[in-house]
């Protein structure tokens, strides 16, 4: 895609009627965003606000029509890379995208138009077992429709994050590649958190679970889970490991919950233990 990338660096027009088609297009809002990523990256917030607005506009649109995950990815990517860009830190850009996806979350931006109550109406018209169980709940005290919007927030929430750090690695990755062939794998394989930054996600994550927040106590790990991505990638690349060992690490990543749970485990021990410098250090 790096052809494609050169072309809407030709100039602000090119990447804004880019942005625009992409936003327009269903599915494609992760390469709007990705388009106002890397131009923001590139020349800075204020030159790339044509190219944002071009993105966020047609996102609107989407919003208005109940889905508000193009918007809201827009908006966040394009905060990650000015984070990204002002400090060159990836792992400020993903605590600062955790805590705003969260705040989203708990303002109920994900919710859909009239709440939960109407899907969750639907839902048990539809089937029996789930009215029974939703039932059952009610039973124990459990407000069923504030769970309800709870997991639909929340799980759109990580969706939107997640997004939002794939397109602002795809748009690091198109930088690179232009300016600085090689600088985003480098980047990317040294990204690990320093001990305060995992300080202040072991916070963010107690204080949700204390003050009631799951959503932010849910998403304050996505950083540590970039992380440890991160770490699997770095160790491979220093090893010489085959391609392929990603492609396992990836499908293990994607289709089985230990996984996740190992690679936050070797993310949390990295940060204490920096298992790429000592590996670097024997090879």
């Known amino acids: 895609m790096l052809p494609i990338a050169r072309w809407l660096m030709r100039g602000t027009p090119y990447a804004t009627g880019a942005a625009v088609l992409a ?6 809002f992760w390469l709007s965003a990705a388009i106002a990523a890397l131009v923001t990256l590139r020349r800075g917030l204020a030159p790339a606000i044509p190219v944002i607005l071009g993105a966020a506009l047609p996102s609107g649109w989407w919003w208005v029509q109940g889905d508000a995950i193009p918007l809201a990815t827009v908006l966040l990517v ?20 955790a805590l705003v996806a969260a705040g989203m979350v708990h303002l109920g931006v994900f919710l859909p138009p009239g709440g939960a109550g ?8 539809s089937s029996p077992e ?11 005290g459990v407000a069923a429709e504030q769970l309800a919007a709870l997991l639909i927030g929340g799980i759109t ?18 930088q690179a590649g232009l300016y600085n062939p090689g600088g985003f794998r480098e980047e990317f394989h040294a990204l690990r958190l320093a001990p305060k930054e995992l300080s202040i996600l072991v916070v963010l994550g107690v204080v949700g679970m204390v003050l009631g927040l799951p959503a ?16 699997v990638h770095g160790v491979i690349g220093l090893k010489g490991m085959n391609g392929l060992w990603l492609v396992a690490f990836y499908v293990l990543l994607v289709t089985t919950w230990p996984m996740i ?3 936050l485990l070797l993310a949390f021990m990295d940060t204490l233990a920096n298992f790429r410098a000592r590996l670097a250090r024997s090879n």
């Open 216 to 231: 932010l106590a849910m998403l304050a790990w996505v950083p540590l889970l970039v992380a440890g991505i991160a770490l």
């Open 261 to 263: 749970l190992i690679v």
């Open 157 to 174: 929430g990580l969706i939107v994050l997640l997004a939002s750090v794939v397109c602002l690695a795809l748009a690091r990755s198109w």
């Open 23 to 28: 936003a327009v297009v269903p599915w494609l």
């Open 118 to 125: 109407p899907l969750l109406e639907q839902v048990r018209q």
């Open 130 to 140: 789930v009215d029974r169980m939703l039932q059952e709940l009610a039973g124990q």
């Open 78 to 97: 394009t905060l990650m890379a000015v984070v990204l860009r002002s400090r060159m830190s990836w792992s400020e850009a993903l605590i600062v995208g």
